[in-house]
């Protein structure tokens, strides 16, 4: 998905190195100041529980912890389902021989990216006249809401939740939610990742073959029609059913219960 130049991927380790290094000294700095008889730590970001870690996430396999002892628990996903408010039931119903219907969220702060989002609506409208494209782009919703196409609705927020059930598609970032709660209602993705851990997640969704990636900086017209109709074809519409039974499975209270039986293993 990415060319990377190898000088440039040595820079991000080194950066990252530096940052490790710098927030674990002065996590140490705290912990000598409120309890000097405390042993400092060597990395701050390898602090975990030692009876068990929860992930917010599927069961992918296996994620290189160095520790074995913590039992790992993948929840598979973190929220609860939310009904459609009134406005958009009316929205959904105005707009019903419209199609395919298709949600675009860049998350709160990468919402600010209306350039990435309009290029996002543009293919849509470009692959699919008719469509109707739900927006939810921050500041830039009064600029996006005038871009002269029918079937388009750009807000500030829009209930992204009560939505997926309702649409046919859904263009996000890969933040974690984001991904989860389209898998949980297994809704085709085409996914723009900008930073951290949504390049993990766009790992995984082309591992898995659950949805299509681009780089939300370059991608062009073309590329963006191409991954919407990958994205719909009939070889990610098994993954997608496949994983999102499998995070249907979970939930909290399947943490819950396992996190307990590592506590005490008759709660298991």
């Not at 500030?156 to 991904?179: C, M, R, T, W, Y």
């Amino acid at each position: 998905m990415f060319g990377i130049e190898p000088e440039k991927l040595n820079e991000l380790h080194k950066r990252a190195r530096e940052v490790e290094k710098g927030f674990t000294a002065e996590f140490n700095e705290v912990i000598e100041r409120y309890d000097a008889a405390l042993s400092s730590v060597e990395n701050a970001f390898d602090l975990s529980s030692e009876i068990a870690i929860l992930f917010n996430y599927p069961d992918f396999g296996p994620i290189g912890l160095k520790r074995s002892n913590p039992r790992r628990i993948f929840m598979g996903y973190c929220f609860h389902e939310e009904p459609l408010d009134e406005r958009y039931r009316e929205v959904l119903s105005q707009h019903a021989s419209f199609g395919p219907k298709i949600l675009i969220v860049m998350g709160t702060f990468l919402s600010y990216r209306d350039d990435v989002i309009e290029r996002c609506i543009r293919g849509c409208k470009e692959e699919f006249p008719e469509s109707l494209v739900v927006v939810g782009c921050g500041v830039g919703a009064k600029r996006l809401k005038r871009l002269p196409y029918e079937g388009l609705i750009a807000e500030e927020f829009v209930p992204q939740k009560a939505l997926l059930p309702h649409v046919d598609l859904v263009i996000h970032h890969g933040g974690s939610n984001s991904f989860t709660e389209a898998l949980f209602y297994s809704r085709p993705m085409v996914i723009l990742p900008f930073s951290s851990d949504q390049f993990d997640i766009v790992r995984d969704t082309e591992v898995h073959g659950i949805g299509t990636v681009l780089p939300p900086n370059s991608f062009s017209t073309g590329d963006f029609r191409k991954a919407l109709r990958t994205a719909f074809s009939a070889k990610y519409k098994d993954a997608l059913s496949r994983w999102s039974e499998h995070i249907r499975n979970r939930g909290p209270r399947y943490a819950v219960k396992k996190l307990l039986s590592s506590v005490s293993p008759s709660a298991d």
